[in-house]
């Protein structure tokens, strides 16, 4: 997908659409409202992340937008500061660290690698700031919350890789192979997905080749022939690589070029359906994409507000949402939507009233504005969302359903069916 030039990808810009707002902000666990609702997003907008982070940091600023336009949150402006978390997890440590202690924001929208959430969802408990996460889909947050670890600081708009594992798994039966390898980004989102995806696949009755001796890449890697020709040792019916585009691009291209890949099935998972990696992949010595063939799963989108947001993008950018940016806009709608049910503009408010306007019972709205007039009316909401229902949990997590995505001989990703867990 192409790059978009925001300027709140940086991370010294601040927004608030039509106001200038003052320095002076409310703290994580203040319950001022004097200074309006400040959020945050930590995202990437560079790194291997980029092609569909930017996608994702476009997202946040039109939701701040249309909430501004009618009437902002508690009576004033919500204010957006954007910080690009480089795909890093000591960036986005320091990213985080920026929007609790300095920016003073209330809630944050981020991050999408599940290292640089890992990082970044202690410093956001600590400092009592709302972490909703539109792309980390690591199993290991589900156990973390269960532990108490977040303090109910942390939410996600995307469902854990604990279902999209086995909805891979079941793909893979599908397809009919049987003898499956694996390799993956050495990080809590490959790791997390490859157990999942283990466990599920031998519940079906398959075989992964090399589950004692899984592949598993260092995300700072340059070069990786030895783990290109470990993974499609011995010919498996197929490999499931979990990557992130700028590596996972690589690792598949020397595969190509060892002749080791050649008529074994490459399965992939979200990290990689970016628009630019067939392209990054590169073309064979027949001129063909080298990447053709290819399918994969991604969390897909299938909510009630999902055709409205498609409008709007296609108004505002001549163009159609990228992958997560519906789960991008939900998840800054449950701040704003959040704070003005606990009428005030503060990360315990929001925490507090996060699955109080996401859950049932509560009028079902899929206009954020409509939400946002029925609380000030002190009215529940149930809040549909653009990705889903968004129906939070205890341990911050929700359900969605999983698009089977191909590539073609013209290098295009086209959607061709839909998965689900059993």
Same mark, same amino acid.
């Given at each position: 997908?192409?790059?978009?030039?925001?300027?709140?990808?940086?991370?010294?810009?601040?927004? *608030?659409?039509?106001?200038?707002?003052?320095? &002076?902000?409310?703290?994580?666990?203040?319950?001022?409202?004097?200074?309006?609702?400040?959020?945050?997003?930590?995202?990437?907008?560079?790194?291997?992340?980029?092609?569909?982070?930017?996608?994702?940091?476009?997202?946040?600023? #039109?939701?701040?937008?249309?909430?501004?336009? &009618?009437?902002?949150?508690?009576?004033?402006?919500?204010? =957006?500061?954007?910080?690009?978390? @480089?795909?890093?997890?000591? +960036?986005?440590?320091?990213?985080?660290? %920026?929007?609790?202690?300095?920016?003073?924001?209330?809630?944050?929208?981020?991050?999408?690698?599940?290292?640089?959430?890992?990082?970044?969802?202690?410093?956001?408990?600590?400092?009592?700031?709302? #972490?909703?996460?539109?792309?980390? /889909?690591?199993?290991?947050?589900?156990?973390?919350?269960?532990?108490?670890?977040?303090?109910?600081?942390?939410?996600?708009?995307?469902?854990?890789?604990?279902?999209?594992?086995?909805?891979?798994?079941?793909?893979?039966?599908?397809?009919?192979?049987?003898?499956?390898?694996?390799?993956?980004?050495?990080?809590?989102?490959?790791?997390?997905?490859?157990?999942?995806?283990? @466990?599920?696949?031998?519940?079906?009755?398959?075989?992964?080749?090399? %589950?004692?001796?899984?592949?598993?890449?260092?995300?700072?890697?340059?070069?990786?022939?030895?783990? +290109?020709?470990? *993974?499609?040792?011995?010919?498996?019916?197929?490999?499931?690589?979990?990557?992130?585009?700028?590596?996972?691009?690589?690792? =598949?291209?020397? +595969?190509?070029? @060892?002749?080791?890949?050649?008529?074994?099935?490459?399965?992939?998972?979200?990290?990689?359906?970016?628009?630019?990696?067939?392209?990054?992949?590169?073309?064979?010595?027949?001129?063909?994409?080298?990447?053709?063939?290819?399918?994969?799963?991604?969390?897909?989108?299938?909510?009630?507000?999902?055709? *409205? =947001?498609?409008?709007?993008?296609?108004?505002?950018?001549?163009?159609?949402?990228?992958?997560? +940016?519906?789960?991008?806009? $939900?998840?800054?709608? #449950?701040?704003?939507?959040?704070? @003005?049910?606990?009428?005030?503009? /503060?990360?315990?408010?929001?925490?507090?009233?996060?699955?109080?306007?996401?859950?049932?019972?509560?009028?079902?709205?899929?206009?954020? &504005?409509?939400?946002?007039?029925?609380?000030?009316?002190? %009215? $529940?909401?149930?809040?549909?969302?653009?990705?889903?229902?968004?129906?939070?949990?205890?341990?911050?997590?929700?359900?969605?359903?999983?698009?089977?995505?191909?590539?073609?001989?013209?290098?295009?990703?086209?959607?061709? $069916?839909?998965?689900?867990?059993?």
């Amino acid at each position: 997908m192409p790059r978009i030039s925001i300027a709140l990808a940086l991370s010294a810009t601040t927004i *608030a659409t039509g106001f200038l707002v003052g320095a &002076c902000s409310t703290t994580g666990g203040s319950s001022s409202t004097a200074s309006g609702l400040k959020i945050g997003s930590l995202l990437p907008a560079t790194g291997d992340l980029a092609s569909i982070g930017q996608q994702m940091s476009a997202s946040v600023p #039109l939701l701040v937008e249309t909430v501004n336009a &009618c009437g902002g949150v508690n009576g004033q402006p919500v204010t =957006l500061v954007a910080v690009d978390d @480089q795909t890093d997890p000591k +960036a986005g440590a320091a990213g985080m660290t %920026k929007l609790a202690t300095v920016d003073k924001v209330a809630g944050v929208v981020g991050s999408f690698a599940s290292s640089v959430s890992t990082a970044a969802v202690s410093i956001a408990a600590q400092n009592k700031v709302m #972490l909703i996460s539109p792309g980390s /889909t690591s199993p290991v947050f589900t156990q973390k919350a269960k532990n108490g670890d977040f303090k109910g600081f942390w939410a996600r708009t995307v469902p854990p890789d604990s279902y999209q594992g086995p909805a891979l798994a079941e793909l893979a039966k599908k397809r009919g192979y049987k003898r499956v390898s694996t390799v993956v980004i050495n990080n809590d989102y490959g790791v997390g997905f490859e157990k999942a995806f283990v @466990q599920g696949f031998e519940k079906l009755g398959g075989t992964v080749v090399n %589950k004692n001796n899984p592949v598993r890449y260092d995300p700072k890697a340059t070069t990786f022939e030895t783990e +290109a020709t470990t *993974a499609f040792a011995g010919k498996p019916d197929a490999v499931l690589g979990v990557f992130y585009v700028e590596t996972g691009s690589l690792l =598949l291209k020397s +595969a190509y070029q @060892q002749g080791v890949s050649k008529g074994v099935q490459v399965m992939l998972t979200d990290g990689m359906k970016s628009d630019e990696f067939p392209g990054q992949v590169g073309k064979g010595n027949d001129g063909k994409f080298i990447a053709a063939g290819v399918i994969g799963t991604v969390p897909g989108s299938d909510g009630k507000a999902l055709e *409205a =947001l498609k409008k709007l993008w296609q108004s505002k950018k001549g163009s159609s949402p990228g992958e997560f +940016a519906p789960q991008s806009w $939900d998840a800054t709608a #449950l701040l704003v939507l959040a704070a @003005q049910a606990a009428k005030e503009n /503060t990360g315990v408010g929001i925490a507090n009233k996060i699955r109080e306007v996401a859950n049932a019972p509560g009028t079902e709205v899929t206009d954020v &504005c409509e939400g946002l007039k029925l609380l000030k009316e002190g %009215k $529940d909401i149930n809040y549909q969302g653009a990705s889903g229902n968004v129906d939070v949990d205890a341990n911050g997590d929700v359900i969605g359903v999983y698009d089977v995505w191909e590539v073609g001989d013209d290098g295009k990703i086209k959607v061709i $069916d839909k998965v689900t867990p059993k």
